[in-house]
């Protein structure tokens, strides 16, 4: 039997978890003092998902970039298609926080959305 050591990241407690695992099933969660970190251990070992954030090059604006990240978290295994679709992103001014600037990136059903707002330049 396999065991994979995680440190859980949905609360403060930081509980050290031991997921044990025999082929592709998980056998046993230990070490978490409460069911999130259960639920994220098996997240983590059966379907790994991160948020990214980014930024995007704005046309026309006061400033030349606006922070970017996804409306959800994406499969791990997307974060690098994601990021070149990102890369290729341009958007013209004025932006605001919570514009979508591109939807379903990568099939993902997930969105890229900005983070703040970027005003038109005045020149």
Known sequence: MEIERLICIICPNSC?????I????IKKVEGNLCKRGEEYAIREITCPERTVTSTVLVLGGREKLVSVKT???IPKEKIFDVMREIKRLRVKAPVG???ILLRNVCNTG???VATKNVE???Q
Do not use: A, F, Q
């Open 22 to 25: 025999s082929g592709k099933k």
């Open 16 to 20: 050290e978890i031991s997921v044990h």
């Open 120 to 122: 038109k330049s005045n």
């Open 71 to 73: 409306s959800k978290p």
């Open 110 to 112: 997930v969105d890229i």
């Open 97 to 99: 926080m919570g514009d």
